[in-house]
């Protein structure tokens, strides 16, 4: 009586085989279906989006013209401050800025 070895082999190498590729298959199954929950997200808190408001430029920040006239002004001693438009200048900046932190 003989037994062939070989094929007896051969068909538990199959078997090991469909069942490593059926697991690669769930795992590679799994990680697609996990790809879409595990995203990394980022939210602003309202402050930063007050504060980025602040930062975008509505008006052009440099005026060159005005700042040659004021260096002049102040060089020559003509520069006179007006201390009550500059205290309520002072205060609306103080409560927008409070309104921007207080959201």
Known sequence: ??????RQATQKNIVIEQNRTQKQQEVR???????GKNQDSVQLTAQAKSLNKMQ???EPQV???RIE???AAILNGDYKINTERLAEKLSKFEGD???????
Request: charged residues 15%.
């Open 1 to 6: 009586m003989s037994i062939n070895i070989n």
């Open 29 to 35: 199954k799994q990680s697609i279906d996990n790809t």
């Open 56 to 58: 975008s430029p509505s």
């Open 63 to 65: 005026n060159k013209q």
């Open 69 to 71: 006239t004021l260096k």
């Open 97 to 103: 800025f409070g309104k921007a932190f207080a959201q």
